[in-house]
């Protein structure tokens, strides 16, 4: 009896992976501390000093990192990219709510918040409701925050929350800001003033 093919083992976890966004390592160190490495894992650069790791949900709170071993032959970061990105707009809910600071935060189940920086449409109906571009901080992996652009005064606060919530967290991301451009649709680094 044959073993399975890559390709059918693929389609039993196809429907489970999901894109994490992390900062990218800049030594050895971070590599091994994040669990993975370029020379192993599908990775995908993703904007400023981001990159998107792809995990498989194994049970209710396990996720495994999934490792270029897994995937089919010829498969490509983008590909994976598109199916992660499908799969988290289908199961995970986003909610969007009114914060301390004044601007807004996305809430969802603790471990994907600030993987909604993946999904486009999320941030285009953002934006539109605004009538404004959106400056976008996600210090934890479970704490997203955005304030419109043109309010200095919230985005100032929603820095210093964001920076409270980095010192704070276990699972620590990035104090860098991040604009979503209602204009261009496209999400870029923000320098701060």
């Known amino acids: 009896m044959g073993s399975r093919t890559k390709e059918a083992e693929f389609e039993e976890y196809r429907l489970r992976i999901y894109p994490w966004v992390r900062e990218i390592p800049g030594d050895a160190a971070g590599w091994e501390k994040e669990g993975c490495s370029p020379e192993d894992t599908p990775l995908l650069s993703f904007v400023d000093g981001l990159m ?5 949900q194994k049970e209710e709170e ?5 490792k270029d ?8 970061p983008e590909e994976i990219y598109r199916t992660a990105c499908e799969n988290l707009a289908r199961d995970v809910e986003f909610v969007f709510s009114n914060t301390l600071f004044g601007g807004f935060g996305v809430i969802a189940d603790g471990v994907h918040e600030a ?3 993946c999904l486009r449409h999320v941030w285009e109906v953002c934006t539109e409701k605004l009538q ?3 400056v976008i901080m996600a210090p934890s992996r479970d704490l997203l925050l955005f304030a419109p652009k043109s309010d200095r ?3 100032q606060s ?4 964001g920076e409270q919530g980095w010192l704070q967290s276990e699972h620590r991301l990035t104090k860098r800001l991040y604009q979503y451009s209602r204009e261009r649709k496209e999400l870029t680094g923000y320098e701060r003033d």
Not at 52 to 56: E, M, N, P, R
Request: net charge negative; no cysteine; proline share 3%.
């Open 52 to 56: 998107t790791v792809f995990v498989i």
């Open 62 to 66: 396990v996720f495994e990192i999934l």
């Open 69 to 76: 071993s897994m995937l089919p032959e010829g498969m490509t």
């Open 115 to 117: 993987s909604a920086l």
């Open 132 to 134: 404004d571009d959106v």
């Open 153 to 155: 005064k919230t985005v």
């Open 158 to 161: 929603m820095i210093q929350f």
